[in-house]
């Protein structure tokens, strides 16, 4: 997949413009390909088992989240965390840290951590490569078992929209003290195997320096495991599909994105057809109708999608 490998040369120019890694980080390798499959389409149609009522959104979920509403119900405030996404295999939060503020250093056992900078500057530091500093656009993600901290840089606090393994508990270095966690105690330990190669998947992209320099589109990985699946997908304006287009549906998973550029219409079963701006959040219930298309008007518009295996199947209408 030529897009793979763009998504690699970018990554491995940021890696040798002395942005980031050095030693084994710096050997960058192209992600891989899908996982195999026999073809592109399934060879006969089948009887999937879509919900018979619409799976409901519990709160926080829901299935548009306004940046606008989100940044207004924070205003005045430089620390906050706003829960976006709680399911059975991913969380999500939208989360400011003020000027000068730094997290403590921790790692996740067996699950990576990903986030997109919305807002403001912040330096990385990952244990294993080079501390670099991730501004709006930027796309990082820390495999497990790498202990990881950021610090908000500049005169504005950083704003990133943070995205977990539900369940997943914090490790902390020696070095720090453990935050509590409900019906956990923090021992000292030591463990086996080590930490994930950080060349498996790109640990940071500059969206709008290496994927949106320019009016090409774009359709390439950025996070591609077996607990997880991260595209980019970048086009141009479209017409919009007529409303008895009704998309596809997941049967197990829950599927949300991030606009990070432009508009994209949604029509998701149960909620009237609706436009999302960059740093909104969009989620389709599990077993619901959904469609994304990127909206007349916006030259160019790019979603992040989010979902938790791949590669996920999609359920459509029978063609006609």
Known sequence: MKAIFKLGAAVAALLTAGAMATGAAAQFTPQKEDMPTTAQSMPQEYWAPKPTTATPYRAPNKAHWKLSEILASHRGKTDWT?????????????????????????????????????????????????????????????????AYSMETVGDKPSLRFEVRQTGSIPLYPLTETPDPYPGRTYVRARGTPGPAVLTENPIAVDFFKQIASGNEPYNGKF????????????????????????????????????????????LIEGVPYFEAEPGDIVTAAEGRWHRAANAPGAPMSTRIPFNPRPPILHNWEPAH
């Open 82 to 146: 706003q829960p976006i996404i709680r399911n059975a295999e991913q969380e999500a939060d939208y989360i400011s840290l003020g000027v000068g503020k730094k997290t403590k250093a921790r790692m996740y056992a067996d699950d990576r951590v990903v986030w997109i900078v919305q807002d403001g500057a912040m330096r990385v530091t990952i244990e294993g490569m080079e501390p670099f500093v991730a501004t709006k656009g930027f796309m990082v993600s820390v495999p497990f078992r790498h």
């Open 223 to 266: 996070v591609w495991d077996d607990h997880w699946t991260t595209n980019i997908l970048r086009g141009k304006e479209q017409a919009m599909p007529p409303a008895t287009n009704k998309g596809h549906f997941h049967v197990d998973w829950t599927e949300f994105w991030f606009v990070m550029e432009g508009r994209i219409g949604y």
